[in-house]
């Protein structure tokens, strides 16, 4: 037998030895757990990545809750992965059996650069304690109090005088919305705002940007596959660590910074309280509060507080844009309760219902993160009479929730009546969970929210949003093949008003 017909045979033993493997590892999964619940049939090793357009990851497991059921199950290589579809199932587990569900799903990528650490994607008694601290921080800090509200205003103030330097030139609103959504962070964490224009500034706001595209990818499924592998090997993690270093390079001279000047008793922002607690529990040897969970921390508070915020307003603009008859009313109601003369204020909010349910339209019909922020089972349990094991990713369909027709009467339209009554009155819903809902909904939501509204209304307190585009030929359809959806590139002029 020749070297190539024997290397040939080598091949087809090692592939029928990991079939073999694979399928008896599938067999005895299902001897232990008899009841998984339904999806399409794994392939040995691969799972079912053949089986999916990780280009259009989004529909492909919408799809599936329309084959299998609100309950339903595909490998990622070998790992299974729980799909939810649908409101009732999503609660049922994020709420009603909350405590089992609270991990934040595996992800070999995200568990490369941020190492367990931090509050987004850490687990067990780590989160807890960051989580704590970190929401305490925030009320402390005025999280939708006065304080935090002052801040805002005054980067509302500052973006609005961007604005102006536009002169009724056409200009793509993305890099300002960015700036300033960022230098609120800022100001709560490092306890200062930056000049728009500031170098260092702008350079930690690239990075921030193009990490977060990194991880939203579909390369960070396509990583867990054979992170073994391809952590050796050039790529998209490549960059994001290295970006991730010299992210940690400006943190870590903001905090020598704070710890020259630290007053124990008159914190100054995030950075103070959490090196006060440092100090704390220095004899502590099972402390979660060292320089590690700082960084990451402050880096999850950037991408969460960031992206997800400025891509909603920069949305709500375009969609403004494509239906000035909206845009019309809200101005009315904005010239009714809060005049030119003064600054808005979140005590104006309940005063204005159809700006209110524009907003909430603005967030359902954006669906940022339509796959939610994927978790995972903490031990053995059940759902809907399914055997669900431990450690079971499992992806929420926000996507589902918020294009529900049960809910939504038209859910593929953007309609603020969606969220007003018969009186024109804010109708709230079940099923408005932009930002997830259980033990893990997003932490900065209060602050998210306290952002859409006073930029937005501080942007059309001053200006017509206009476009030379003809309305009814803008798209506002997201940008395809993402897991993040994202508004299509566009350009606007505003005239005074």
Not at 3 to 13: D, F, K, S, W
Not at 319 to 341: A, C, M, R, T
């Amino acid at each position: 037998m020749n070297r190539t017909a024997m290397a040939v045979l080598g091949i087809e033993t090692l592939f029928l030895v990991c079939s073999f493997t694979f399928l008896v590892f599938l067999f005895s999964r299902r001897q232990r757990h008899a009841r998984l619940p339904p999806g399409p049939t794994p392939l040995p090793l691969l799972g079912n990545v053949l089986q999916l357009d990780f280009s259009k990851q989004v529909k492909e497991f919408v799809k599936l809750g329309s084959q299998y059921g609100p309950v339903s199950m595909v490998y990622l290589g070998p790992y299974p992965v729980l799909v939810l579809n649908g409101y009732d199932v999503v609660k049922e587990a994020f709420v009603d059996n909350g405590e089992v569900f609270s991990n934040r799903g595996k992800n070999a990528f995200i568990e490369m650069i941020f190492k367990g650490r931090g509050v987004a994607f850490s687990n067990g008694e780590r989160w807890r304690q960051m989580r704590r601290f970190s929401l305490s921080t925030l009320r402390d800090f005025g999280m939708g109090k006065r304080r935090v509200e002052e801040r805002v205003q005054e980067e509302a103030c500052a973006l609005v005088e961007e604005f102006k330097k536009t002169k009724g030139t056409p200009f793509n609103s993305t890099y300002l919305m960015t700036l300033a959504v960022s230098n609120v962070i800022c100001s709560v964490v490092f306890g200062e705002r930056f000049d728009y224009q500031n170098e260092t500034f702008l350079s930690v706001l690239a990075l921030l940007k193009d990490t977060f595209k990194i991880i939203t990818s579909p390369w960070t499924q396509l990583f867990s596959f054979a992170p073994g592998l391809l952590k050796h090997l050039p790529g998209p993690h490549k960059k994001a660590a290295e970006n991730l270093d010299r992210l940690k390079t400006f943190v870590t001279e903001f905090v020598a910074s704070h710890e020259e000047t630290l007053e124990e008793n008159f914190p100054r922002d995030y950075i103070d309280c959490f090196l006060i607690k440092m100090r704390q529990e220095k004899d502590n040897v099972n402390t979660e509060f060292d320089y590690e969970n700082l960084f990451v921390t402050l880096m999850n508070l950037f991408f969460a507080g960031t992206e997800t915020t400025s891509i909603t307003l920069q949305y709500g603009m375009l969609i403004l844009l494509k239906y000035p008859d909206i845009q019309k009313k809200i101005h009315e109601e904005i010239d009714s309760v809060i005049g030119f003369n003064r600054c808005p204020s979140m005590e104006d909010r309940p005063k204005m219902p159809y700006t209110d349910a524009t907003i909430h339209e603005i967030q359902r019909f954006a669906d940022i993160v339509p796959m939610g922020v994927p978790r995972s089972t903490n031990k053995d349990t059940t759902l809907r009479g399914y055997d669900i094991p431990k450690g079971t990713t499992v992806f929420p369909m926000l996507t589902c929730i918020l294009k529900d027709p049960r809910y939504f009467k038209d859910p593929e339209s953007f309609n603020p009546c969606h969220f007003l009554d018969e009186k024109g009155c804010l109708k709230k819903t079940d099923a408005f969970i932009p930002f997830s809902i259980g033990k893990r909904v997003c932490l900065g939501e209060g602050l998210a929210r306290m952002e859409i509204f006073l930029f937005l209304t501080s942007i059309l307190q001053r200006f017509e949003l206009k476009c030379h585009m003809d309305p009814k030929d803008i798209d506002i359809s997201p940008v395809p093949s993402k897991s993040a959806y994202m508004p299509r590139p566009y350009e606007l002029y505003i005239t005074p008003r």
